[in-house]
């Protein structure tokens, strides 16, 4: 039982055409833990500095997730990232990013941390990903998101630690660039067919590829599935929507150890995800999810699901 | 009963990464018409030159499409467009158009064309149609396309034509354009607000925004309904792709006469238009689209339902 996720805890300062914030809560492994601590007991594995607020950690903290491998680093200072958003918030440019405490990190994992059966590696340098993924040797479900940079400047790490999770959660143009496919079936395909770093690990059988605005697609090897955003008329900031995907996504599948990683069950595990994100964008940073409670979920998973049936029967055709 | 269609009929020179052809049978009028002939019988209204060979008349009325009121211009040339598109066919540039015997075009229609009840005024000049839509006073459903050329150029006379219709369909990015507005529901909204054009026409009531690969959208006044694309792992020509998903939604919607437009028969209406859709782009231009036959339609409607579909059943949540 248990997620870990390994990932950044950082301070964002963004700006879109709804306002701006100078200094927000942000980072992959909080998006992730904010959304996953719905289905089950996270544990965060991340560093921050000397600046990071106390009560930011007791946010993070505040639907049972674990912080104690949160590493205060002395002296450091805590991941920040500055970018502007454009007016239709499909675009956006990166003003500034400092790793800080994330220069020569490196992941310490508690026993707690280690005995979690769901393993989530958000996007950070992809042989600080594997070092994580080989501290969890037993868990049964691991899932990896990355971005361009690492597919630019280490590629042979990402295939090395893509190799040794079992789903891949990307943005669909990273998709197409990791595997030089423009089509996002092929592309996926060409994922699912390569072979396992070692006799230890499974390999790739899950892709996501996500879609922004658009929503998120999933392929496996018997399926195929694709689940539009749900609609909002007015999204403010959609920083932190991926990784609040990936956290319902993952979190779902967590809190379902005993069902067999189905073609159905992953669709669940979608819908979930697509209704958490939706949330996230509507207001900056983590401030609509922190206020987020369960039966706002399950309500909008049923109008999800109002947005995307059809009757499928048959018209009569004239040939 | 019975469709109008007026638009183009055009000869198209495309390259795509899957090859390219010189002179192929295209045109908004004749890609809907090819798709909306498996619903209704469908009546053609638009021009050609004296290059426009017979038997390519024939291909577009061998499904009992009505091609009377294509007008041959004596000492005209064909509607000619050549185009290429990029590595993923998400981008393609416009190299050449000719609008030959379209300069100066004035539609006639004959009785049967003006008894249609459902019309669909595929993209042209928006006073020409205005000129169409006018001759078809009766038409229970009347839909339109357009592009972003008239949206800069011709901004009055599109807004008084788009007055006077029930259905607009249109790519998200002209959606965004035409409405000055970033967000899709936001921008439907606003036109679902905009008045009639005058007391004769009852104003759009039905939203359509393209998508592109990744589908299509419709806003109602009283609901919303989103829809990937049909999952294929090879697309070799988008051209006529839009024109096809017309042709198929309002085909389906003149095949049921009897029921009240509610948002359940448009998200059939919206199915069928992306299946014929998904065959449209497996081959060069309309080839295969007169190949297609009507059990491959109904199977593929049945494979996008199954790909689309989720259990809504609510997850035990921890908060």
Chains 1, 2 share one sequence.
């Not at 870990?4 to 942000?26: N, W």
């Not at 912080?67 to 990232?81: C, H, K, L, N, P």
């Not at 918030?89 to 400092?98: A, G, K, P």
């Not at 789903?167 to 092929?186: F, H």
Request: aromatic share 8%; glycine share 8%; proline share 4%.
């Amino acid at each position: 039982m248990g997620i870990t996720v390994v990932g950044s805890i950082a301070y964002d300062a963004v700006s879109t055409p709804f306002g701006e914030r100078q200094l927000m809560l942000g980072g992959a492994a909080v998006h992730f833990a904010l959304a996953a601590s719905f289905f089950e007991r996270v544990h965060v594995v991340g560093p921050i500095g000397d600046d990071f607020a106390e009560e930011d950690l007791a946010r993070i903290g505040s639907r049972g997730v674990d912080v104690s491998d949160v590493e205060r680093i002395a002296g450091g200072q805590t991941f920040f990232w500055r970018g502007v958003y454009g007016w239709d918030l499909n675009s956006r440019e990166t003003l500034e990013t400092r790793l800080g405490v994330f220069e020569g990190f490196e992941p310490k994992l508690s026993a707690e941390s280690r005995a979690s059966d769901v393993l989530f590696l958000a996007n950070i340098q992809p042989d600080l990903q594997f070092q994580v993924r080989e501290q969890l040797q037993d868990a049964r479900f691991v899932a990896l998101d990355s971005m361009n940079l690492w597919i630019d400047i280490a590629r042979e790490s990402l295939l090395r630690v893509i190799g040794s999770v079992d789903c891949l959660i990307l943005n669909d143009s990273e998709l197409r660039q990791l595997t030089q496919k423009p089509n996002l079936i092929a592309a996926s395909r060409e994922v699912l067919s390569w072979a396992p770093t070692s006799d230890r690990h499974r390999g790739p059988s899950v892709i996501i590829a996500k879609q922004g605005e658009y929503g998120a697609a999933l392929v496996t090897r018997t399926g195929f599935f694709s689940l539009p955003a749900y609609p909002l008329e007015t999204v403010v900031d959609p920083t932190g929507a991926g990784d609040t995907f990936a956290g319902g996504f993952v979190g779902y599948i967590a809190a379902h150890p005993d069902e067999e990683l189905s073609d159905e069950l992953l669709r669940r595990a979608m819908a979930h995800a697509t209704v958490l994100a939706s949330f996230n964008v509507e207001e900056f940073g983590t401030e609509r999810v922190e206020r987020l409670n369960g039966a706002e979920i399950t309500e909008r998973i049923a109008e999800l699901s109002a947005c995307t049936s059809f009757s499928a029967v048959p018209a009569a055709l004239r040939a």
